[in-house]
Every structure is written in structure tokens, then in C-alpha cells.
């Protein structure tokens, strides 16, 4: 399958190397990315794992994982990775409700690993109801990792 995260590359090539551990991160950007797959394919370990230490006594796995569940997570989109900081797009489906998230996080080291520490939401807003028999909008990302050319959304996301 294609990774989640847009690269255009095998998960197994990008992103879930991350997530098993078997490659360490070196810039924020793929941390940003691998934790946007992790959600995709429900990882809730992995992204309570990469939060900072102070973020991680906030919350728990448990949340997370349910978070991730409910959504359909379709495609990500990197505006900007400079330093410390990503801005990104995800974009997820629920309830038939197509959605963005565009964030600009906050990355830093402990203890010499990459960790999410928190982001700015400057838009979370619900772009439209999807109809059973329109062409899935899962189409109309580039980036999108489980796209079935063409098909109807009841064929494709919202089988
Ligand atoms: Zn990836
Ligand atoms: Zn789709």
C-alpha cells in the first residue's frame, strides 16, 4: 500500500519504518508525516510515543486511538517545514463530512529524539457533506494514500 503520508513511496519504504522503530527521525518533517500515517493506519502508540513529555501527561493512548478511529484519515498536505515548525493540512472524512485541519506545529528535541510539543489550528472546518453517489473526494488530493480512480464515494471512503 501507498504510505499515508503522500510521499508517493511504499509505507513499508517510508513512514512505517518510522513507526516500527527501525529507522530513527532526523527532522521534524518526517515526525509531522509518520505520525499523519500513524493516524491513518489507527497507530495510537505511536503517536502518544512522539508527543513531548509534557503533552503525553495530558492524554492518553486511549483518546488517541479513538480519535484516529473515527476518522478517515484521506491526505496531508505540507505548506511549510522550517526548523522546529511544520504547517500541514489533514484532510479526514467523518460522519460523510469532508474535513481540514491546518495546523502549524511545534517540534523539539528531548533527550535527542524528535517530539510533537503542540501546534496553532488556524483552520478546522468542515468542507462538505459527501453524497453516496458523487465521485469520492478523496480524488481530488494528489497526496491522497487509498484513492480508487474515479470511484464513487460508496465505492471508495465511504464503503
Ligand atoms: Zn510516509
Ligand atoms: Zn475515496
Known amino acids: 500500500m ?3 503520508c503522500g ?13 516500527t522503530h527501525k529507522k530513527s527521525l532526523s527532522h521534524p518533517e518526517q515526525l509531522m508525516r509518520s505520525r ?3 493516524y491513518a493506519t489507527r497507530n495510537g502508540q505511536y503517536i502518544f510515543d512522539t508527543y513531548g513529555e ?9 483518546e488517541i486511538q479513538s480519535w484516529a478511529e473515527e476518522c478517515l484519515w484521506i491526505a496531508l498536505r505540507i505548506h511549510e517545514a522550517k526548523d522546529e515548525i ?3 493540512s489533514a484532510f479526514y472524512i467523518v460522519d ?8 502549524r506545529s511545534n517540534f523539539n528535541l528531548e533527550h535527542g529524539l524528535w517530539r510533537y510539543i503542540d501546534g496553532d489550528i488556524t483552520l478546522h472546518t468542515e468542507i462538505k457533506t459527501i453524497k453516496r453517489n458523487e465521485a469520492c473526494p478523496c480524488n481530488n488530493y494528489a497526496t ?3 484513492a480508487k480512480k ?8 465511504g464503503k
Open 7 to 19: 510521499s508517493t513511496l511504499q509505507f513499508n519504504d517510508c513512514c512505517q519504518l518510522f513507526i
Open 144 to 146: 491522497a494514500w487509498s
Open 150 to 157: 474515479e470511484k464513487k464515494y460508496k465505492h471508495c471512503c
Open 96 to 103: 460523510n463530512t469532508l474535513c481540514e485541519l491546518r495546523e
Open 36 to 38: 499523519f500515517s500513524a
Open 86 to 88: 511544520v504547517e500541514f
Open 2 to 4: 501507498l504510505c499515508p
Open 54 to 62: 509534557k503533552a503525553q501527561s495530558k492524554q492518553s493512548v486511549k
